[in-house]
C-alpha cells in the first residue's frame, strides 16, 4: 500500500521547536519532489516549503517561515524532515507533506499524493 505519513506534531510553546518527519510505506521519496505544507482553521493550505530529488531545498517566504523552519531528506530512512524553530502561535496549523513529479512549485495543484496531516499547536 502507497502512503505517507507525518509525525512529530503536538503542543508546544512560543519558542520551541518540533520536528515533522514524513515517511513513505510502500514507494521511494528519493524519486519525488517533496513539499510541505499547512492549513490552518478557516485558511487556504499554503506551501511550506519543498525538495526536489536532487536535494535542492526551496523556502517560500509567503509562509512567513524564513530562518526558522529548515527542510531536509534522509534518503537510507526515506524520510523527509521540516525542522521548526521559534514556533509563533501564529504557526498553528495541520501540516502536511506531499509528493510531485515536478521540481518545486508553490502551487497545491503540483502534488499528487499527500499524506493524513499531523497537527501542531503553539501556545502557552
Known amino acids: 500500500q502507497v502512503q505517507l505519513v507525518e509525525s512529530g506534531g503536538g503542543l508546544v510553546q512560543p519558542g520551541g521547536s518540533l520536528r515533522l518527519s514524513c515517511e513513505a510505506s510502500?514507494?521511494?521519496?528519493?524519486?519525488?519532489?517533496i513539499g510541505w505544507f499547512r492549513q490552518a482553521p478557516g485558511k487556504e493550505r499554503e506551501a511550506i516549503s519543498c525538495?526536489?530529488?536532487?536535494?535542492?531545498?526551496?523556502?517560500y517566504t509567503d509562509a512567513a517561515v524564513k530562518g526558522r523552519f529548515t527542510i531536509s531528506r534522509d534518503h537510507a530512512k526515506n524520510t523527509v524532515y521540516l525542522q521548526m524553530n521559534s514556533l509563533k502561535p501564529e504557526d498553528t496549523a495541520v501540516y502536511y507533506c506531499a509528493t510531485s513529479v515536478y521540481l518545486c512549485r508553490e502551487s497545491v495543484e503540483s502534488f499528487g499524493s499527500w499524506g493524513q496531516g499531523t497537527q501542531v499547536t503553539v501556545s502557552s
Open positions: 510502500g514507494f521511494r521519496l528519493d524519486y519525488y519532489t
Open positions: 525538495i526536489t530529488r536532487g536535494d535542492e531545498a526551496t523556502l
